[in-house]
C-alpha cells in the first residue's frame, strides 16, 4: 500500500472514527473502571477480524493479527478519563458528572481502532499487537497488563500522545528521555498543641509545614544540579482542629518529577534527610514516605528513528519536530519499555485557535489529528516489519 492508497484508505474511515471518538468522549470512564468503553473496543475489533483478549489488566483489551510466532510488533493504546468536570460546551461533552477525557485518550482509542483497520489488509511477515490499556493516569495500567502477558512475545513497542503544544499536523520526535520519573511523597509532621495566644509554649506544626514546602523547594536550587530539573508540588495538606489552638499534628502529600534516573533512584533519602532537618529546626518531627511510580520513558534510538523516517515520509519533513526538553509530566508506558525496545511520540492537537493544556476542564483537541496518527504509527509498523524481515533473512 503506497502513501496515497493509505491516505485515501484512512480518509474512507475518517468520519467514522471521529463519531467514534466523540461517543467514547460523552461516556468517559475513571481509571480501573473502563468496561463500556472495552466493550466497544472488543467489538469493533473483533467485527473487523482480530483476535481478541478480554479483561487483560483488570479491564484492558489486546488484539492480535497476523503471524505472531516471529515477532509481533506493540502498540500501545491508554483508555481512561479523568476527574474533571468538563466546561467545553461541545456538543459531546461528557455525559458523566465530573469525569471528562481531558488528556486525549479517546483520540488515542480512535487512532488505534483506525490502525487496526488498515494492518488487517496488509500482508505483513510479523504480528501485530494492540494493546488497549487502563489506568494510565494513576500509573496502575501498564503493570496490571504486563503481568498478565500482554507483551509476551512482543519485538518492539510503540506509543503516541496528544500534545497542544503543537499543531495539527505535525509531530514530535524525542531521543532519549520524552518524560520525568514520577513518584508520591507523604510528610506527617508533628507539633505540639498548645494555646494560640501563647504559641512559644508548644510547637506549630502548620507554621513547621509552611517551612518544609517553601525550605525543600530553595533546598533544591541550592543542593541539586539544575541541568537535571526537579519539580516537587504538595498538592494536598490537611491538620488543624480550631483557629485558636495549635495545630499538633499536618499531612502534606505531594508529587516528585525528575529526569535523571540516578537521581530519582536517591531522592527519596534526599528528602527525608531535609524534610526532617526543616522540621527538627522548627521544633518538630517529620515522617517522611516517598513511593516511586514510574520511571521516565526512555525512548529507544532505533525505534525511536523508525518513527521519525516514518513521520518525515507521511508528512513531510517540515512537520516533524525534533523536541529538544522532556516533559515532566509522567507517562506509564515507560513500564513497557523496562523490557522491549520502544518510543513514543508526541501528536500535535492544536487547530487555529489553539488549545487549552492537557488536563484542562477546556481541553478541546483538534480531531484531524486522528489521522495523522494513524498515518504515522500504519507506517512505522510497516518499516518495523521491513527491518525485521531484512534481519531474519540475513
Given at each position: 500500500m503506497n502513501k496515497d492508497q493509505l491516505f485515501k484508505k484512512i480518509e474512507s474511515f475518517d468520519d467514522e472514527l471521529i463519531n467514534l471518538r466523540r461517543h467514547i468522549h460523552a461516556h468517559p470512564e475513571l481509571s480501573g473502571l473502563e468496561n463500556q468503553t472495552a466493550i466497544l473496543i472488543s467489538g469493533y475489533l473483533k467485527n473487523i477480524g482480530w483476535n481478541v483478549t478480554e479483561s487483560i489488566g483488570r479491564t484492558g483489551v489486546i488484539a492480535d493479527f497476523g503471524p505472531l510466532d516471529k515477532g509481533i510488533i506493540g502498540l500501545r493504546v491508554d483508555m481512561d478519563a479523568l476527574p474533571i468536570l468538563e466546561e467545553t460546551k461541545l456538543s459531546f461533552s461528557s455525559k458523566v458528572d465530573g469525569v471528562m477525557h481531558a488528556c486525549g485518550h479517546d483520540l488515542h482509542i480512535s487512532i488505534g481502532l483506525g490502525v487496526?483497520?488498515?494492518?488487517?489488509?496488509?500482508?505483513?511477515?510479523?504480528?501485530?499487537?494492540?494493546?488497549?490499556?487502563?489506568?494510565?493516569?494513576?500509573?496502575?495500567?501498564?503493570?496490571?497488563?504486563?503481568?498478565?502477558?500482554?507483551?509476551?512475545?512482543?519485538?518492539?513497542?510503540?506509543?503516541?500522545?496528544?500534545?497542544?503544544?503543537?499543531?495539527?499536523?505535525?509531530?514530535?520526535?524525542?531521543?532519549g528521555s520524552l518524560t520525568a520519573a514520577a513518584g508520591e511523597l507523604k510528610v506527617e509532621i508533628k507539633g505540639k498543641s498548645g494555646h494560640g495566644a501563647r504559641p512559644y509554649e508548644g510547637v506549630d506544626a502548620i507554621w513547621t509545614a509552611s517551612k518544609v514546602i517553601s525550605g525543600i523547594q530553595e533546598l533544591i536550587t541550592r543542593q541539586l544540579d539544575p541541568l537535571d530539573p526537579v519539580v516537587i508540588t504538595f498538592g494536598k495538606i490537611n491538620g488543624g482542629n480550631a483557629f485558636n489552638v495549635l495545630a499538633e499534628k499536618v499531612n502534606l502529600v505531594g508529587t516528585v518529577r525528575c529526569t535523571n534516573l540516578k537521581l530519582f533512584k536517591n531522592i527519596g533519602n534526599w528528602l527525608n534527610q531535609n524534610i526532617s532537618s526543616i522540621a527538627k529546626s522548627c521544633g518538630a518531627d517529620a515522617k517522611v514516605i516517598f513511593r516511586e511510580i514510574t520511571p521516565p520513558v526512555n525512548n529507544n534510538s532505533e525505534v525511536n528513528r523508525v518513527l521519525r523516517d516514518s513521520g518525515i515520509k507521511v508528512l513531510g519533513q517540515?512537520?516533524?519536530?525534533?523536541?529538544?526538553?522532556?516533559?515532566?509530566?509522567?507517562?506509564?508506558?515507560?513500564?513497557?519499555?523496562?523490557?522491549?525496545?520502544?518510543?513514543?511520540?508526541?501528536?500535535?492537537?492544536?487547530?487555529?485557535?489553539?488549545?487549552a493544556p492537557l488536563h484542562s476542564s477546556k481541553f478541546d483537541p483538534d480531531e484531524g489529528a486522528i489521522a495523522v496518527g494513524i498515518k504515522v504509527i500504519t507506517q512505522s509498523i510497516v518499516e518495523l516489519n521491513n527491518e525485521m524481515t531484512k534481519t531474519v533473512d540475513k
Open positions: 487496526a483497520k488498515i494492518v488487517k489488509d496488509l500482508k505483513l511477515n510479523f504480528g501485530t499487537r494492540l494493546i488497549f490499556q487502563p489506568a494510565e493516569e494513576i500509573a496502575s495500567g501498564a503493570r496490571w497488563m504486563i503481568k498478565d502477558g500482554a507483551t509476551d512475545g512482543l519485538t518492539n513497542i510503540l506509543g503516541v500522545h496528544v500534545y497542544p503544544d503543537l499543531a495539527v499536523g505535525t509531530i514530535g520526535i524525542k531521543e517540515e512537520n516533524v519536530i525534533e523536541l529538544q526538553k522532556p516533559s515532566l509530566g509522567a507517562e506509564d508506558f515507560a513500564e513497557f519499555l523496562n523490557d522491549i525496545p520502544g518510543a513514543m511520540f508526541r501528536l500535535g492537537v492544536s487547530s487555529s485557535k489553539g488549545c
